[in-house]
């Protein structure tokens, strides 16, 4: 139940003063120099703040306790001068205690001063109810004080009711709402959800959280690509073989069941997040830095993209992990996990081929993998370049193949393979490897995307017709799996995946 005193709670009153927002783009690019990232900070933190007031919806779970709010400490450790009322909302009964706990914890985690810390614990509140009533969407309007966000870190289901209940009527211009991927639950949900959001509220107002947009390595495919002669000339299908972007985890399902088992590796990982990776490798140059240019272009590329063969089967395999080991640590089989339904066949490794229909990228295949439970674990973006022509005249047929551009997503880092000639051999090719750690920034990711959702600056978060691309590349590839039609392989946890899969990179 909605206690009758939480409603209208009264907070202090907002200082008068700017809104002291990061500009509008995306500042300097991340680079070796640590120096790039720190400026932004240190800009943005020499100016004051106008009180938010940040509502969470789904306070008492695991994504507001693990990633939002240790998140939101390192903004506050780098950006101390940001005025936040927390204001938390969830279907646990906690007491004010314990919510009031649970921030001190968690922002702590993400390194924020002590003093910081309790000016915000002094002021955080929490709510128990459900948030689908018709009491609960009154509540949350109630909430609306000043500049307001809310955020909702709740599964998709819940999070389209929630909103469906919030829309009978336009909300105040002061207001944005935060969503959590996915966005739907596939292509004709996403659009439904997007009309939803569309009544309430203006496109600027919503912004849609997909923290990999957060990572300064991920937005450091800008400056690799764009900022360096060597790169940018030869970055289209004249020299560029093959792309791959994958994302294996040694994490297994980690008692995530229940949003899980409804997602699988593709709906959790290829259709949320390595898409929009895609599109950061492969888009064209933006004219600017800003929300207008990058997702104009994030769109502009994604509607290019198609599977690479009309048939699932050439274009996708999936997986399931089996019981196995990881680091010495025993990992049940997939079905065995608590709150899996096996007869849902969900995966936990899923890989999607794809091609972008245009003059840069026509017939390079570019492959999206991301698994749970596999032994080696890789997060990484890989280009393949082409052979130089007329090698093996040169140096015969065993000429080491070709030069290769390896971008780790975390920690980050760059490796570029290129061809030398061998030690103490005059003629003979080997491959030599370059190698750079890239500094990590001070600000995890969902630090940065909520300083974007704070800020009211939509840069980083995906925009309605991006979010629907993004569904729409990968539902003939759900259709064909939920029919069945593509077979569901095997690996044992702790393997690199299904044995008579042929390795990538
Ligand atoms: O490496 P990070 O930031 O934890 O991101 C990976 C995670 O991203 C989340 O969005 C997925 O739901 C998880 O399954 C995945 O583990």
Known sequence: MWPSEQKGLT?????????????????????????????????????????????ILGASGDLTSRLLLPGLGTLLKAEPERRIRLVGAGREELSHDDWQQLVRRTLSVGGCTDERIEQIVEAARYTQGDILGEEGSSWLRDQIEGRTVIYFALPPAITLKACEALADRPLPANVTLALEKPFGADLESARHLNRVLASMAREEQIFRVDHFLGRGTVLNLLGLRFANR??????????????????????????????????????????????????????????????????????HLLRSTHLWSADATESSRRARYTAGEIDGRAVPSYVDEEGVDPERGTETLAEVKVRIDN??????????????????????????????????????????????????????????????????????????????????????PYGEILAGILDENPLLGVRSDVAEECWRIVTPVVEAW?????????????????????QLL
């Open 359 to 444: 003059s840069r990228w026509a017939n390079v295949p570019i492959t999206l993998r991301s698994g749970k439970a596999i032994g080696e674990p890789k997060y990484r973006v890989v280009v393949h370049f082409k052979r130089v022509a007329h090698l093996p005249e040169l140096f015969g047929d065993d000429v080491v193949p070709h030069n290769a551009l390896t971008l780790d997503i975390k920690p980050g880092r760059i490796e570029m393979l290129v061809t030398t000639n061998g030690a103490g051999h005059r003629f003979q090719l080997e491959h030599t490897v370059l190698e750079a750690d890239l500094p990590d920034s001070p600000v995890r």
């Open 230 to 299: 060597i790169f940018e000339p030869v970055w289209n299908t004249d020299n560029i073989e093959s792309i791959e972007v994958v994302f294996d985890e040694d994490l297994a399902l980690e008692g995530r069941a229940a949003y899980y088992d409804n997602a699988g590796a593709m709906v959790d990982m290829l259709q949320s997040h390595l898409l929009l990776v895609l599109a950061m490798v492969a888009m064209e140059q933006p004219a600017k830095l800003d929300a207008v240019d990058f997702r104009d272009l994030q769109a």
């Open 11 to 55: 907070f202090p009153s907002p200082p008068a003063c700017s809104s002291g927002r990061r500009p509008d783009t995306l500042g300097p690019m991340q680079s070796n120099d640590s120096s790039a990232s720190q400026a932004t900070a240190t800009s943005s933190s020499e100016t004051e703040h106008e009180t938010t007031t940040l509502v």
């Open 482 to 502: 939920r029919a069945g039609e593509v077979p569901m392989d095997e690996y044992p946890a702790g393997s690199t995946g299904p044995e008579h899969w042929e």
